[in-house]
């Protein structure tokens, strides 16, 4: 089964809302990752997360861990159509530097 | 970030064929480079893990004789998938690992491909 559970499956806002996106894992971690990818793209890297850190911003987003409820939230302040994407978390860990992707959450931004 | 370009970034071919992708890491030295397969609306599922100058490690289920990855430059690997049929058509995207401070695992992901085989 999947590493990474995000919920919801899919969130459509309006610009200037705020998205939450969440993620659940099953085994420890080293760190957490969230990626965010067009349709029919690639992924982008957007924030990675350590275990023993709690709370990154970076611009409008900001992430957050909680290692004893196994789970990681990301949250898109004053949400922009462009921010119209799937996201994904993704576990890694160990010497084998191996990520393992949840399903994704699809965003959809109106504008 | 690193800067990872595949090519092509999307190919038709018929039934049986092989088609071979390419996955450079275009201002990095990768010695490790990954290969991922997903299916329309589906998460990305890990293939095998390409390791500069030695044989690739396949994820488990992953047929390593119709999947064929080299990876005989730092910059350079390729996945050729052969005798391909309906069933192989997927978004492949590779990735590469940059280690960053304090041992940090980050990947970079390249554009993807997107096989369709007729």
């Known amino acids: 089964s999947q590493q990474g559970e995000e919920d919801p499956q899919a969130l459509s806002i309006q610009e200037g809302e705020n998205a939450t996106m969440n993620c659940s894992y099953k085994?420890?971690?080293?760190?957490l990752q969230w990626y965010r990818q067009n349709s029919g793209r690639g992924l982008v890297h957007l924030i990675l997360?350590?275990?023993?850190?709690r709370e990154k911003h970076s611009g409008r987003l900001r992430v957050t861990l909680d290692t004893s409820k196994k789970s990681s939230s990301l949250l898109i302040t004053a949400s922009r159509a462009a921010d119209t994407a799937s996201y994904f978390c993704?576990?890694?860990?160990?010497?084998?530097?191996?990520?393992?992707f949840g399903k994704g959450t699809l965003l959809t931004v109106n504008p | 970030g690193a800067v990872v370009s595949q090519h092509p970034s999307w190919v038709i071919c018929k039934s049986g064929t092989s088609v071979k992708i390419e996955c450079r890491s275009l201002?990095?030295?990768?010695?490790?480079m990954f290969w991922y397969r997903q299916f329309p609306k589906q998460s990305l599922m890990l293939m095998a893990t390409?390791?500069?100058?030695?044989?690739?490690?396949?994820e488990q289920g992953v047929e390593k004789d119709k999947f064929l990855i080299n990876h005989a430059s730092l910059t350079l690997s390729t996945l050729t998938v052969t005798s391909a049929h309906p069933e192989d058509s997927s978004f492949y995207i590779c990735?590469?690992?940059?280690?960053?401070?304090?041992?940090?695992?980050?990947?970079?992901f390249g554009p993807g491909t997107r096989l369709t085989v007729l």
């Open positions: 993704a576990t890694g860990g160990g010497s084998n530097y191996k990520l393992t």
């Open positions: 085994t420890s971690i080293n760190n």
């Open positions: 997360i350590r275990s023993n850190e």
């Open positions: 201002d990095f030295q990768a010695t490790t």
């Open positions: 390409s390791n500069e100058g030695s044989k690739a490690t396949y």
């Open positions: 990735s590469d690992r940059v280690m960053g401070l304090a041992g940090r695992n980050e990947q970079f």
